[in-house]
Structures are given as structure tokens and as C-alpha cells.
């Protein structure tokens, strides 16, 4: 690890004050993927700036139909709200799943989106249910806020506050692991909302992205069955060691009819 | 599994002494030891598979402040260190002799411990830093100008042996460092011409590596007044370390002390001496103090020495009614960047035929390097490969021909009666039920219930296939072992030995003997392994070889100590030594209220002054012992898996494992062994491999994030029968415990999975079986037209 300067402000007026001017800075929300980094100088920054310490960053609660998250929410908070059980199971059901006990107590929801892991699960379900980034400056649709590989529309000196959820009619998320990190290799998320069907994808390609031909097809039917026949085109999916994109393309609609079958199970019960 | 303990003594699953001090963080591994004043160093590592080092410019990095020094292979051969002393072949005598077949001697070319003109894999050490900090020397690491000439490299075995594959030594004539013919080649012919089948599988048992929990570390002293050097690094056996060390440093042994305590997984990764031994005690005397190194996880993957790495090509004729005629085939070993390790393929080929009567065999068995980690044995060294080999020629066999697998292999296995058997390259297999060990693992996997079982799970969209695997073990290694009891007046019992625990537990299964020979309570005996100012014979932790030989020499030296005890028993009971008896700790007369306790006659040792010379001074008594003799553990495991075909993923529903060990000392102990040992196996067959881009000879898997380890999740919970049918070869009837549970498990596995397939016409699944591989199997078999079934 590269020497920096750690800073721990107790307010986002006092974070952004502390991020001003600095070019080589970086935000510490969780570090379940910053810490290893820097630990194996891959990364290297002047200053970290913790949002630890930003109550205001923290919790969760309901605002009519809409589920609001703090940009500082622990992964096992989350899992375990009875609120986000309430609204959006498979959001809980998500958060669970995600790395292990340490990573889920240490991470962050803010954290992951903003780092936008092609493989993360969280970003497959802001953009499956068509969430709303609100940072320190604005509000950002989950469809204009993932851009590529560990990209997105934050510009420099902007923080994620809350992430708000309108809360679904139906939705399941389905992960198939990558064995060794467990990481999706295919990581598909489906909701059923009022104005039609979303389908999100992860660790199949550069960024999370939207299945739209399963979108469509579910639009007319929400069933498994309305899945027959769809294909995903591997051209633009990841190919690695684990896994060729022909592979993930395959597993992304196997994945995708889980998912549905399980957002259906969960709403008929 | 095993009842509760009723006693300490031998047979009994007593839990094991060290684990209270292991599991609450009360170990002493080698990171652990901190000695006052010392510096640290971090090893600079090629980035390249394949590069001459133009030169190496340290200006930079000794620049900065806290770097004490940087050390170069130029250094290194002004200094005079020798190279890395290997043993190619096996040290033990009962191993089969291999040589070029044209006559010439095998290439093996020193290896250093740094490199010195040229980097020959992706981790090998370029330069050693050295600096007040761990993280001062990774700076000065970076500031470390090296010029390479990167150059063509090749990793995989089979590209490795071609005539034109880029050449790690320009002056070897190709990769190709040893050509073997074993066998037979005229008999075996013959028997291929009049077979009524033949079958054959081209195949490769990928590279994987041991992943010991606790990665290397060392910390280097040196005394100028002595001249003598420390070193203090877990290994699998000190002495070997010393003798080696004390090679390359080019001092007397007496001049090299090595020190350890709790080792944390050896596996054989562990087995034999690394640079970095050598490069910490050096750079402790170039910098005057001493130096510390501590091997960090993604280090571990780069240049620990990874293991198996065989291609192989086999077929197996058979007449018209099944029985063997042949075997024979082609195995290429990979010994990575340096040859230096013929060992696997050595102890593989000698047993390619298992435990099948087999009258005919020949094979080619070749060595070859690559731009990769050097390999060395790896649990069960050169066996599981070709055990997997042989169990898949039966079920391939069975399927392209017509047989019942079972039938297949009941027909061709060995029977008691047969014993002793010289198998066709030589080795000769002593004692064993390999058919009652058959029959027993068919009934614990309820073999004839299977069917049930895959219909069922097939109404749930899942194939499921049973296979089943017998295996047999030669343990050889190094074959001498000393130990030496001392009784002390106290109430305590040392014993020292030269062999050394790495998670074994051997303070519990030794001490079990001491307690069984000398009726010593366990707490009371000291096992001391660790420290090569007292341990000075024994060959370490390796082939099954601690508790064979280690139970031996303690048998022994208990007698004498017994024996001796008698005599001065008989002097302090004022009888004669022919009426005395030892049971239970005491020498008692026969027919009188008169006994001393073992301790009692300790005391007497050293008080009476009038004893006799041989028996004055401390009770103690010792046993020095050269095994020639291979011992050949055997056994049966039998593996169901159920596979979701849309994803390829695959579920171990259930595995059963019967190994024979002659005779079990700690029937708990040996249960964790075969746990440890299957899922180590299975791992292999299922998910691990040491991933080479085959372009540029970069590690792909160089972490916990790519390297893909077996977890507890992974495995069902496992079915494990020990059986004893005394050895003949061992005077207590023992065979080994420690590697039974990885040498049949790849083959046992992979024949489960092919039999979950075995419905849509797939022949084969390489390993590891991943998911995609699982998916393209069935896609392509799917595909095939049906003539091109083989069924």
C-alpha cells in the first residue's frame, strides 16, 4: 500500500469541502474492493475521504411507493430490514448474496454502484428496477448512470447520497457464480413494475445492461414460458477464463427464466 | 464413524493435543518469529515468462531511505552460493530406475536461486531488497531498473516437447530433458496385436497448486563470531532443509542450524527447499542483521511450486470377454521452468496399471520445461494422474464394448491369493483385499440403489451419475528415520524424531504410541521436530512416510528403553531381570507386591553409581532406521454427482471412501486425512487449475479471485470406512493414511460425471469439469449425428 491521507468527515458539506481541489482523491465507502487494491498497489490516491461518519449517508425507509436507501447502508443491513422485505424482497434476497459475511458488513451499496463492478450485484438491481441515484448534486436515472467498465456518470467531486427504488409488483434476482471469487458470472434481475418489465443483467458483460427482447416478450407475458425461443447475442459479452460469452449468453436467459419463475412464486404467495 | 476415545493408546480416535493451541490463534508459525534488529526483505519478481536480463540498475531504489541493500544473481555468484541441490529421481530404492532411452544422461541444468542471465517464468526471482520495512523495500523494488529482452516462451506440456517450441536452454538440443522407456514395449505389442479390444484416452491432469493456509515466510540470521547461519522457516522436514541449505550457502552442515515450529499445510508444496531459504540467511550476513521474508498470497500463487501438470496418452487392450491384456501409452511430465523434479512422473508410471492384473506394459515417459513455476510432488505425487488414466480406460472400456463397469473391474483386480504381485513395470504390490475394499465401498455408496436415485432426480430435470474408482499408493520417499526417546525423572518423555507435522497431528498419534509402548500419558510426552541442533537424522514429511517409518523407529527405541529399564529396574527391586514384567508405566516382579514406575527407574539411571556403563546417565534409547521396502495403500471411493444441464453446474450428492491402512494408530486423525485428501482430489477434478495465458505465459489465476479453491459447500458430507488388513511388509502392520483420500478421488469424479452424461452420448469431460466444459459436452453430444455416438 502507497502512503496516503485519511480523512474522516462527520458531514457531506465537510466531505465536499475536504474533496475540493484535489485531483487524487478517492472516496472510501466500504473499501471492500478499494482496500485490496491499494493493498496490492494497484491503485494509489493522495487522500482517502471516509464517508463513514455521515449519518445522514446511513439507513433505510419507505416513501409511498418508493424504498430509499442510504448510500452508506452495509450490504447486511440491508438484508436484513424488515422494510426492504417488506417492499422489495429480492432486494434483501440480493444484499444477502453478496460476498461474504466481512464484505456484507463492510460494503456499501453507495460503494458498489459507484465503483460499478461489471460483475456486482448491486448495480443489476438499480437497473432492474429502475432505481434513481440521488448524489450531492442531482438525481441520476440507473439507465443513464452505468456508462462502461467501472464507469459512470459521477463527476469528480460528486457524491452518492440515497439510491431510491420504486417498489415493484414482482422481482427476482438469480445469480449463477463465477466458481473461484463467486462473483456473478451471469447475474440476472427482473422486475415487474407498473409501467412494463425490466431486465437487468451482470457479470456478462463490460457494464450491467438492460435484456431488452426478454423485456419485451415478458411485457406480454410475465411467465417463464414467454422466454422460449429468446436468445442473447454473445458479441458483446465478456470472454475469460471462466467462461466464453458464448456460455454467459446461454446462462443469462436460464438465468433470466429463474428469475421470473421466482418473482412469480413470490407474488402468488 | 469412529466411537469416542476409550483410551490414549493405539486404535483409539483420541482428539488431537494441538489443536486447543492451533484453533485459538496460539500457534507458532514462521511469520511469528521476530527477532530484534531485523530488516526486511521483498523478492523482485520477472514480469516476463521468458527474458535475458540485460542488466539491473539499483541506483534508484539504494537511494531511498531505509533501503539497506539490493541483491542480484551477480551478487549471488561473486558470493559464491551454489545452485539449488535437487534430486531429480526419488530417493528410495524401491522406485523404478529411469533413464534416456537412447543412452544419453537426462539435462538437468543448476538452478540458482535468483536468475542470473536469464528469467525463465512469470515469479522468478530477479533481486532481492532489502530495507528497514516491508513496505521501504516494495518502493526500492519499484525503483529497481531491470533491462529484459523479453523472448518467446511456452507453457503448455505438449507445445513444450516439440522440436521447435522456444528452448529454455540453448544448450540442451530441445525441452525434452528426459526420454524413459519402461515396461515391456515387444511383450506389450505382441498383447495389442491379438486383442479383441482396444480403448484410449488422450488426456491431461492439469496444473494446480497446494494453496497452503499459511504461505511461506523466513527469517535469516547470521553469526559472524560462529560463522554460523539460522534460518527459521516451516518446511516439511528440517534436516533436509539444513543439509540442503548448508549445499547452497557452501558451508558444513554444522555451520547451518534450521528452526520451526507449527507448519501450517504442506501437501508437498512445502517438501522441498525454496530460493527464497537460501536468499533470506545470505542477505542476513551481506546486511549484518537479520532479515525477514513473508511470502504474500498472490507471491504464493506466482512461485510456490505447483504440482501434477501430465499429459498422457494411453490405450488398454482387452480380449473378448474383458480380461486386460495391455496397457500402454505416452506420459509428458511438465517441470516447469527448471528440471529439476522427475519424481511425479516417475512414481506415476511404475503403478499406470493399479491394481489390475496386467501382463503386459510399456510406456514412454518424458519430462519436459516450460516457461512456468517449477512443479515438485504434490499429494500423492505422480498417483492420482494415473489412477485417474486407468480408471477412465476401464469405464471407457466398459462403454465402448459392452461391460458392466463393476463386472469390468471385479474381473481384472487382483486377488489376495495373487499377493505378493509384481506389476508389470516392476513394483511389487505386498498384502491386500482390494476386492473386499471394492465390494465394501459398493455397499457404503449404495451402488445397487443408484438407479433409484437418477430416476428421481431426473423427474427434477437433473442427470445424475454414479462412478467408482480403485487406487492403489506407492509410498516410498526418503528412506531413513532416527528417533530418540529420553525418559526423564520427571514424568516426561521426549521424543525426538525427524519428521515433521504439518497439520498431521502428530503430537497426538505419536504420542499415542509412547503411550501404548511405555504407558506414558500423552500429555506427558514433548515431540521435538523442529530443531536441527537436535533433530539430526530423519527425511521429513512426504509419500506416506511419517507415521510408516516414524512408528518404527519410536517401536524400537521404546523396546530398548524397556530393555534397558529392566536391568536397572532389576538392580533398584534387587531381582533378577528375567522376573520382571513392564505393563502399564511400572516394571513389576512376577509374584511379588515390588514395582518401579518407568520415571522411577529414570531417577535410578542417573543416581546409582554402580550400573553398569551402558546403562548410566539419562534413560534414554534411540532407533536409526533405512526402509528399502515400498509400502502400496489401496482402496475404493465411489462418487455420485447430479448435474443441472442448462448451466452445467454440478452438485457431489454423495461419496463414499474405503482406504485400508493396515493398521490405524488414530482412526479420528486418518478420517480428517481421506476429508482433506478428497477434497483436495476432487478440487482438482472439479474446479482448480493454474491458468497460463498460452501467449504471453502470464499467471491468469493468480489469486483467491481466479484461482478457483474448493469450499465446505462444495462437498456433501462424506462417507469414510477404514479397513485393516495388516501389511506384511511393516512390522506393526501399518500402511500409510495421509494421501488415500486425493489418489483415486480424480478419477472417481470424472467417472461420475461422464456417467451423468453418459444419456446424451458424451465420451469424455476434461478436468477441471466446469460449468462450460459440462455445457459444451452435452451441446456437442447433442449435435454429434448418432453414428458419431460412441456408446
Known sequence: ?269 | MSHAARSTRIGEPVRRREDHRLITGAGRFSDDVTLPGQAYAVMLRSPHAHARIRAIDSRNALALPGVIAVLTGADLRSDGLKPIPYNPFTLHPADIRMSNSDGSPPFVAPCYSMAVDRARYVGEIVAVVIAQTTPIAKDAAEAVDVDYEVLPAVTRTVAAAQPDAPRLWDDASSNVCLDADVGAKDATAAAFARAAHVVKIETWIQRVTGVPMEPRAAVGEYDAATQRYTLHAGSGGAVRLKTDLAKILGVPAKNVRVLMDDVGGNFGTRGMIYPEFALVPWAARRAGRPVKWTCERHESFLSDFQGRDLAVTAELALDAQGTFLALRGSNIGNSGGHPGSFTPLQKGVEIMSSLYRMPAAHFRARSVVSNTAPTRPYRSSGRPEVMYVMERLIDLAASEFGFDRVELRRRNLLKQGELPYTNPFGMIYDSGDYHDAMEKALKLGDWAGFPARRTEARRRGRRRGIGIANYVDTATGAPRERAEITVHPDGRVDLVIGTISNGQGHETSFAQLVNEWLGVPIDNVRLITGDTDIVKVGGGTHSGRSMRMGSVVIWNSAREIIAKGTRIAARLLESDPSTLRFENGRFRVEGADRSASLFEVAAAAAQLGDLPEDLRGPLAAFSDETFNIASFPYGCHVCEVEIDPELGTLEIARYSAVDDVGRAVNPMIIHGQVHGGIAQGVGQALMEQCYYDPGTGQLLTASFMDYSMPRADNFPFFSTEITEVPCTTHPLGMRPAGEGGTTPALGVFINAVVDALADYGVRHVEMPATPERIWRAIRDARAAPPAGRAR
Open chain 1, 1 to 269: 500500500m502507497y502512503d496516503f491521507d485519511y480523512h474522516r468527515p462527520g458531514s457531506l458539506d465537510e466531505a465536499a469541502a475536504m474533496i475540493a481541489g484535489k485531483d487524487d482523491v478517492k472516496l472510501l465507502a466500504g473499501g471492500m474492493s478499494l482496500i485490496p487494491a491499494l493493498k496490492l498497489r494497484l491503485a494509489r490516491y493522495s487522500d482517502l475521504v471516509d464517508l463513514g461518519a455521515i449519518d445522514a449517508l446511513k439507513g433505510i425507509r419507505r416513501e409511498g411507493n418508493t424504498l430509499v436507501i442510504g448510500a452508506m447502508t452495509p450490504h447486511a443491513e440491508v438484508a436484513a430490514s424488515a422494510e426492504v422485505a417488506r417492499a422489495i424482497p429480492a432486494l434483501a434476497a440480493l444484499a444477502g448474496g453478496i460476498g461474504d459475511p466481512l464484505v456484507r458488513n463492510r460494503g456499501t451499496i453507495g460503494g458498489s454502484i459507484a465503483n460499478a463492478d461489471p460483475a456486482a450485484d448491486y448495480p443489476a438491481g438499480v437497473l432492474g428496477l429502475g432505481a434513481t441515484i440521488v448524489t450531492s448534486r442531482r438525481e441520476i436515472a440507473a439507465d443513464d448512470f452505468f456508462l462502461g467498465l467501472f464507469e459512470t456518470a459521477l463527476k469528480p467531486g460528486e457524491i452518492i447520497t440515497a439510491v431510491r427504488f420504486p417498489v415493484p409488483q414482482a422481482a427476482a434476482y438469480c445469480k449463477h457464480p463465477q466458481p473461484a471469487s463467486r462473483f456473478a458470472l451471469a447475474g440476472v434481475f427482473v422486475a415487474k413494475m407498473a409501467g412494463g418489465v425490466r431486465v437487468a443483467v451482470t457479470g456478462a458483460g463490460p457494464s450491467v445492461l438492460r435484456f431488452e427482447q426478454a423485456e419485451a416478450a415478458l411485457a406480454k407475458k410475465f411467465d417463464p414460458s414467454a422466454l422460449e425461443g429468446i436468445t442473447l447475442a454473445p458479441d458483446d459479452l465478456n470472454s475469460d477464463i471462466h467462461a466464453s460469452a458464448e456460455y454467459r449468453a446461454s446462462c443469462v436467459v436460464v438465468m433470466a427464466r429463474r428469475a421470473v419463475q421466482r418473482a412469480s412464486e413470490a407474488r402468488a404467495r
